[in-house]
């Protein structure tokens, strides 16, 4: 593991059991993220970006090959290790919002929170500065169902950043939205990713997202055909 | 404590399906409460009405006495043990003398229980100060029931045959001095009361007695020879047989309330467990065990409960209450099955009973949610997160 990387994969293989056979969706992937990157996955549909994303997320486990995801190798990620991991350090943005309907915006972003037992006064605090850093103070008593895309997936941001993660992941984040949210959504990022040096991994198609990345990894049918860093 | 709010706002935000299932959950609190509470009361009732006019503390029976073979009647007497006499005098025992007889009220021709009971007695109910055992005619009273089957009213004469000791019959016109009203059948349908001594004058059997009610029950290891101690546990032992069968039959109707309701929230969660995948998937990303999740579905059926003790409260509490107070009508004729049953019958509601239900239902209500809800530690979150199972 070098200096300041907090994602290692070596060799990683990933299939799924169908019918009768498997089917490798992931073939023989090595990479390696640093602290602080605005990277993301790219390629066709298919290809393999969401699970490469998921065995980041430590959401998935590899069929073979190594990861070491924050600290915690592949090997020893038990599902309460892997979960425990998500809680303090992950956030995930997806592309469907995934926001609970029944709570206000506030309540939504504040949910992480909860399951960390942070105390309530602190809580308050960290979802105002979330809720400011994505623009929409103004809404902390709606709920979801009252927001457009944009705004839904802004509070889906605030609610991956509050507990300052050390890693999001974002899966076709802008997949729903018009180019001018996805521009918002993206410079929203960008700017977190700056401030709090967290380090942000895209899986997606889209080219507005792509414009954005400073590195970007080409997938296609399971396996890496380029990694370049972009000058900025 | 995030499972509880959460279950909370989520059954909120369902509305009027949570509304529904709540609502017939707490009928079927109600319901259970209420049914058993009419049991409980009757039997209670049933206890304090037969003890106040029949059994008080408990009986000694001679031992030939059996209340159900008739035949043995002929030979059930012998002279009532002097202890017993001791407090027979003090009015705390009461010698009972039972024979068979024929009524001929109105023309007609009934069998009936001619029974001769201590007129100084203080222990039962039944109004035997009214007998007269010094009186040249023979005075008698019955209950309501007896009257009114036999056209009997106060100051009437009723010719009654019975045989006395040799087997010979005999008759003569007794005089009805008194009507009685009591919710005890058993001295009332056919039973004729008169004066202890007159009846063993009557019969040839002086001092003597078919049984002796007493108002305590002997201690450990006391027997009297030629006499059975017949207790609490034996004298209501019938009684409790048909509260229980009671119980049973009345029982099939609530259950089926609350198998509808528990049906309902099964349903309801098998369904916001397909529609609320998503959901799912992301308390798993955002970190929470599947275990934890199994329990936020959980605690959401469950909670269906909650809100029905709440609801059920609200309106069962004062429509209980009420009918306590005012007690619920019986329709006529319930005493036909040989129970006492007054006019008017209070229901009782134990904390036993309250608390019981809502634990069962409770208990039954969880396990409904619970059971749907392991699905949950089955599905790929992957999947989960984007809706994607079946
Ligand atoms: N649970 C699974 N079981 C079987 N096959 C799967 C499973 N998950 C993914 N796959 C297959 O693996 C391949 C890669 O899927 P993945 O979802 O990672 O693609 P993707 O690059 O994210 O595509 P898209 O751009 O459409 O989201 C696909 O062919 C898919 O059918
Ligand atoms: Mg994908």
New interface residues.
């Given amino acids: 593991m070098k200096n300041g990387s907090i994602i290692t994969i070596e060799s990683l293989i990933k299939s799924f059991p169908i019918g009768g056979g498997e089917f490798t969706a992931l073939n023989g992937i090595s990479l390696n993220f640093e602290k602080g990157e605005f990277s993301g996955i790219v390629g066709p549909s298919g290809s393999g970006k969401t699970t490469l994303l998921n065995i980041l997320g430590s959401l998935d486990s590899p069929t073979k090959g190594q990861t070491i995801v924050l600290g915690t190798a592949s090997d020893q990620m038990s599902p309460r290790v892997a979960a425990m991991l998500r809680k303090k350090h992950i956030g995930f943005i997806f592309q469907t919002y995934n926001l609970m309907p029944v709570y206000t915006v506030f309540e939504n972003v504040e949910f992480p929170l909860l399951l960390l037992k942070t105390p309530a006064a602190e809580r308050k605090k960290a979802v105002l500065e979330a809720l400011e850093w994505v623009g929409l103070t103004d809404k902390i008593k709606s709920k979801p169902p009252q927001l457009s895309g944009g705004e839904s997936q802004r509070v889906a941001i605030a609610r991956a950043m509050v507990k300052k993660p050390d890693l999001v992941l974002a899966d076709e984040p802008t997949a729903n939205l018009d180019a001018e949210n996805s521009h918002h959504i993206l410079q929203t990022m960008e700017k977190l990713n700056k401030e709090l040096q967290t380090t942000f991994v895209f899986a997606t198609h889209d080219e507005k997202v792509i414009g954005y990345l400073r590195r970007i990894i080409r997938l296609e049918d399971g396996k890496v055909v380029s990694d370049e860093n972009i000058k900025k | 404590m995030?499972a509880f709010k959460?279950a909370y706002?989520?059954l909120?935000?369902a509305g009027l399906r949570t509304l529904l299932i709540v609502f017939v959950l707490s009928l079927a609190y109600v319901l259970i409460i209420y049914m058993n509470g009419i049991y409980q009361g009757w039997d209670r009732q049933a206890r304090i009405e037969t003890i106040a006019w029949e059994v008080a503390e408990g009986q000694y029976w001679q031992s030939e006495y059996d209340p159900y073979d008739a035949m043995t009647l002929t030979d059930a007497h012998a002279p009532v043990p002097a202890a017993l006499e001791a407090s027979a005098s003090e009015g705390k025992a009461v010698p009972i003398l039972i024979t068979q007889a024929t009524i001929y009220p109105e023309g007609r021709m009934m069998g009936a229980m001619l029974k001769g009971i201590d007129t100084r007695q203080k222990i039962l109910s039944i109004p035997t100060n009214i007998l007269d055992p010094d009186s040249e005619e023979i005075t008698a009273i019955v209950g309501t029931r007896l009257a009114k089957s036999a056209g009997l009213e106060i100051g009437d004469y009723l010719l009654v045959r019975w045989r006395d000791v040799h087997g010979t019959f005999d008759a003569s016109d007794v005089k009805i001095a008194g009507i009685f009203k009591t919710a005890v059948p058993a001295v009332d349908q056919g039973q004729v009361w008169i004066p202890l001594t007159t009846l063993q004058k009557l019969t040839g059997m002086p001092g003597e007695a078919s049984l002796v009610v007493v108002d305590k029950s002997p201690g450990e290891g006391v027997t009297i020879s030629g006499w059975d101690f017949k207790g609490h546990d034996f004298l209501f032992k019938a009684l409790e047989e048909m509260i229980k069968t009671k119980t049973v039959g009345g029982s099939v109707f609530y259950l089926i309330i609350l198998a509808l309701a528990l049906l309902a929230i099964f349903d309801t969660q098998v369904l916001s467990i397909f529609r609320r995948q998503?959901?799912i998937?992301?308390y798993?990303?955002?970190?929470?065990?599947?275990k934890q999740v199994v329990g936020i579905f959980t605690v959401e059926g469950g909670m269906h409960a909650i809100l029905a003790v709440m609801l059920g409260a609200l309106y069962g509490f004062p429509l209980l209450l009420w009918t306590t107070k005012t007690g619920i009508k019986m329709p006529e004729g319930t005493d036909d099955f040989g129970m006492a049953a007054a006019e008017h019958m209070y229901p009782y509601y134990s904390l036993a009973l309250i608390i019981g239900t809502i634990v069962l239902v409770m208990i039954a209500t969880t396990i409904v949610s619970y059971m749907p809800s392991r699905k949950i530690s089955k599905m790929n979150?992957?999947d989960a997160?984007?809706?994607k199972i079946i």
Avoid: F
């Fill in positions: 995030i959460l706002k989520n909120i935000g998503r959901e998937g992301t798993i990303a955002m970190g929470m065990t599947r979150p992957n997160i984007r809706g």
